[in-house]
């Protein structure tokens, strides 16, 4: 299993709504990424997580929280949103943080749109 | 200087043509280099990795790394409408740091 699986594909939610974006992988990485890319624009880097410990957080609004419950899993919950929010979100994983020769494995990202 | 650099294009090849691709990065992201491929509406393809200077060939597919001069380019040999897409450049360090990418339409 050579995939990075993310669900839902699309979500529509309110700005007083709360949801979660789910990604999951079966690849023994030990790395888990959020990315949130917007259209014409490269991917941005949100939080890194290396052996289900958060190790990174770009300085990411506090409605954005993340989760690893274990080594295949990642949530992103979402709560308070703006409709700037709305992007595609993007979860990635990797071998190991500190093995820099590896490239990350994409989803195929959650289209997120706030209304 | 941008951590990765590269020209958003649009890049036009006529089908069957190589296509150049090339982006250049600062010290921080210097340890090694990833070419990813976007089609418009989907996530990132990782579809070549290089870390040593010199030519990495993988198909159709060919890398160049030269650290001297800190640039790193991505040819692509008998371009097919299938290649129109956005390039990545990407360097990592700590993390993987993206360029903003290059677009490319190949002619046919």
């Known amino acids: 299993d050579t995939e990075v699986t993310q669900t839902p594909k699309h979500l529509v939610m309110g700005m007083t709504n709360k949801k979660s974006l789910k990604c999951e992988q079966h690849m023994g990485h030990r790395a888990m990424y959020w990315y949130k890319q917007k259209a014409k624009k490269p991917p941005e880097l949100m939080f890194v997580y290396s052996y289900e410990k958060l190790s990174i957080n770009e300085s990411v609004p506090s409605r954005f929280s993340p989760e690893c419950p274990n080594s295949s899993l990642l949530n992103l919950h979402l709560h308070a949103l703006q409709p700037e929010d709305s992007a595609l979100y993007l979860c990635a994983s990797s071998q190991e943080t500190g093995l820099v020769l590896y490239g990350y494995t994409f989803g195929s990202g959650t289209r997120l749109t706030v209304v | 200087q941008k951590e990765v650099e590269q020209n958003s294009g649009p890049l036009s090849v006529p089908e069957g043509a190589i296509a150049s691709l090339n982006c250049t990065y600062s010290d921080r992201v210097s340890q090694s280099f990833f070419w990813y491929r976007q089609y418009s509406g989907k996530s990132p393809e990782l579809i070549m990795s290089?870390?040593?200077?010199g030519d990495k060939e993988d198909g159709r597919f060919t890398a160049q790394l030269n650290k001297a001069s800190q640039y790193v380019s991505l040819l692509i040999r008998d371009s097919q409408p299938s290649d129109s897409a956005t390039y990545l450049c990407a360097g990592r360090d700590d993390k993987i740091i993206f360029g903003k990418g290059t677009r490319l339409h190949i002619l046919p």
């Open positions: 290089i870390y040593s200077n």
